[in-house]
């Protein structure tokens, strides 16, 4: 390994334990950070490739934050950069939760705790938004498009389908499409 790639592991850590320390919420609230610092400011991967790592992410096991940070950190500088990644996205969390725990413990029937954590919700929704706002406007606007969000939308929030089980459908669905629009072009 040289000197190029420990420098490139190192950012990687300290970008992503940023992101980790600085956003609460969860993944969701984290992907308009990891876009910003990783697309608009480092450069590492494009927008366009915000989507797909997102859309990966969500689809395999574990914490979107976690697999986004893995992801992009493998991608950008291999096993190492993977595992940098990963680390510095976990690392703020598990010494909050530390911290956030024993403090519950021993105040959590305090009515400004509780005030708190109303605010951190309101919070956390208005990131989350912003990522839908954000992720929308990426996606191509096209009749299929709305139909597939509307669909798992509706599978997810309504009939409490299996995220999993309605991305299959929806990628399925989406390839579908792409061949049968690809045989119209060529007829």
Not at 14 to 20: E, L, R, V
Not at 30 to 56: F, H
Not at 162 to 175: F, S
């Amino acid at each position: 390994m040289d000197r190029q790639d420990r420098k490139t592991i190192l950012l990687l850590f300290s970008s992503f334990i940023k992101i980790g320390a600085f956003t609460f919420g969860g993944g969701y609230a984290m992907i308009p950070l990891i876009q910003k610092e990783v697309a608009e400011k480092r450069k590492w991967i494009t927008d366009k490739e915000i989507l797909d790592i997102i859309a990966i992410a969500e689809s395999t096991p574990g914490p979107i934050a976690v697999n986004a940070a893995t992801f992009i950190g493998y991608k950008t500088a291999g096993f190492f950069g993977a595992l940098g990644a990963t680390v510095g996205v976990v690392l703020p969390s598990f010494l909050i939760i530390a911290a956030v725990s024993f403090v519950l413990r021993h105040f959590e029937n305090l009515k400004t705790v509780k005030f708190a954590f109303e605010g951190i919700r309101a919070g956390v929704l208005a990131l989350i938004v912003k990522a839908l706002v954000s992720m929308y406007k990426q996606c191509p606007r096209n009749r299929i498009s709305y139909i597939i969000a509307i669909f798992a939308f509706l599978c997810v929030a309504f009939f409490g389908i299996n995220v999993l089980i309605v991305i299959i459908i929806c990628a399925v669905i989406g390839l579908a499409y792409a061949i049968m629009a690809e045989r119209r072009e060529k007829h």
